[in-house]
T-cell receptor
Framework: DVKVTQSSRYLVKRTGEKVFLECVQDMDHENMFWYRQDPGLGLRLIYFSYDVKMKEKGDIPEGYSVSREKKERFSLILESASTNQTSMYLC???????????FGSGTQLSVL | GQSLEQPSEVTAVEGAIVQINCTYQTSGFYGLSWYQQHDGGAPTFLSYNALDGLEETGRFSSFLSRSDSYGYLLLQELQMKDSASYFCAAGRAGTALIFGKGTTLSVSS
């Protein structure tokens, strides 16, 4: 089975801190995605990547950046965390030819 | 703008049939997916419709009508374990899936 692993299940940070959320997939997928999930708002796309060193803005990229130095790893970076970035962050991956997304278990980030 | 609309909540009893509707408004649309998410869990893929019509996978079926910008997920022979949130998601050319806000299904005995 495909496995998408997010480094932390829960994370607590202070406002202004730089935060790194890590995601690793083990199925050699080309595509990787970062979504955030908030109650009543569903999943919203932050950034995605179709290839190594390639990144594309999603629907809500403000306040975030990403890094994809290796095919299996996709990192989400909050340059200066703010309280409105408190959320559940979900990483996902898919192959280039398949619509099926595989999600990680999520990181619940609290910014205090 | 781009959006998907689905009911926020649906309730049903065990053994019943439930239909969760989804209407979408997206540019570059090429297909509709459905995902299930249990409390505290990750979303998991259920089905995908690229063409108009019905796709059946066991107790679950999904339907798409491109002309009506509409689709639905049909769950038959409901079980308690089907209590979860269900998300429709639209594929968009040149970018990634956009998700609806989710429908919480509660199944009672």
């Amino acid at each position: 089975d495909v496995k998408v692993t997010q480094s932390s299940r829960y994370l607590v940070k202070r406002t202004g801190e730089k935060v790194f959320l890590e995601c690793v997939q083990d199925m050699d997928h080309e595509n990787m995605f970062w979504y955030r999930q908030d109650p009543g708002l569903g999943l919203r796309l932050i950034y995605f990547s179709y290839d190594v060193k390639m990144k594309e803005k999603g629907d809500i990229p403000e306040g975030y950046s990403v890094s994809r130095e290796k095919k299996e790893r996709f990192s989400l970076i909050l340059e200066s965390a703010s309280t409105n970035q408190t959320s559940m962050y979900l990483c996902a991956s898919s192959s280039a030819t398949n619509e099926k997304l595989f999600f990680g278990s999520g990181t619940q980030l609290s910014v205090l | 703008g781009q959006s998907l609309e689905q009911p926020s909540e649906v309730t049903a009893v065990e053994g019943a049939i439930v239909q969760i509707n989804c209407t979408y408004q997206t540019s570059g649309f090429y297909g509709l997916s459905w995902y299930q998410q249990h409390d505290g869990g990750a979303p998991t893929f259920l089905s995908y419709n690229a063409l108009d019509g019905l796709e059946e996978t066991g107790r679950f079926s999904s339907f798409l009508s491109r002309s009506d910008s509409y689709g639905y997920l049909l769950l038959q022979e409901l079980q308690m374990k089907d209590s979860a949130s269900y998300f429709c998601a639209a594929g968009r050319a040149g970018t990634a899936l956009i998700f609806g806000k989710g429908t919480t299904l509660s199944v009672s005995s």
